[in-house]
């Protein structure tokens, strides 16, 4: 039996720190974006300047290992020259490569009609000044620009809200009908991802801490080394899961739409 092609992981880097911490623990790539608009996680304290990027660019070359742009939002009428910029920097930073906007995410264009910012457009995914959260008689409610998106009773967790994984009444029923609000655990598909001919693994969370980087960047190393090395024997281990769900929103994962029917 020939040898099983081997999966590229792709890490994110929120800050210098995470990139280091993403390399250091294994990833083949590592992505980030330039603290302005051009990026999907346009958030304060986030993101690259001119003199991170090169060094991280620089860290990670020397090491054997690529980097990414995230020039993944849409530009604007008067802004356009930010966008053509940011790619001239990236051709002068040596980048690998660059990740541009899909069309197709259209969860991302829910955000922009409700509350008139999105990631697809100024790099912000619920604005903190669009979200009111209220104690009511049917329970914790929160609305994103006077949109109810989620209603939370009995002592259920409330995350951060988003359009995308808010609860909507569906025919007759309700329900996360977009995207649950946990986090995605693919691991337990490698081998069949390798199967099908998958060439890269992308791990989101430039906004999580480099300490999240690198426990999940480790995981998945190990995981991702071990079905190349024995793709017929290959099997999560426990360790693996629990280190994961103890990262994961509300300490819970889900396959998402591949443990059941798509609706």
């Not at 802004?79 to 991302?108: I, Q, S």
């Amino acid at each position: 039996m020939p040898p099983a092609a081997r999966v590229e992981l792709v890490c994110p880097a929120g800050t210098l720190p995470a990139l280091k911490a993403a390399v250091d623990h294994g990833a083949d790539c590592v992505y980030f974006g330039f603290r302005n608009e051009t990026n999907a996680r346009n958030f304060g304290g986030l993101n690259f300047d001119a003199r991170a990027a090169a060094e991280g660019v620089r860290y990670a070359h020397a090491r054997g290992r690529k980097v990414l742009l995230a020039l993944n939002t849409y530009a604007q009428p008067g802004w356009f020259e930010r966008w053509t910029g940011a790619l001239n920097a990236a051709a002068d930073l040596g980048v690998d490569a660059v990740m541009l906007a899909d069309p197709g995410l259209m969860r991302c264009a829910l955000s922009s009609y409700t509350t008139g910012e999105g990631p697809n457009t100024v790099g912000v995914c619920s604005p903190a000044k669009a979200v009111r959260w209220q104690e009511t008689g049917a329970g914790l409610e929160v609305r994103l620009n006077g949109v109810l998106l989620h209603r939370f009773t009995g002592g259920e967790k409330a995350g951060y809200p988003t359009l995308c994984k808010g609860r909507y009444a569906v025919r007759d029923d309700t329900y996360h009908a977009i995207e649950e609000p946990t986090s995605l655990n693919t691991l337990e598909l490698l081998p069949e991802l390798v199967r099908i001919g998958v060439a890269a693994v992308k791990i989101e969370g430039r906004q999580r801490s480099p300490a999240y980087v690198a426990s999940v960047t480790r995981v998945w190393r190990a995981a991702i080394d071990a079905c190349t090395a024995a793709p017929s024997r290959f099997a999560v281990r426990d360790a693996w899961m629990d280190e994961l769900a103890s990262l994961s929103e509300g300490r819970q994962t889900t396959l998402g739409a591949y443990h059941r029917p798509w609706r």
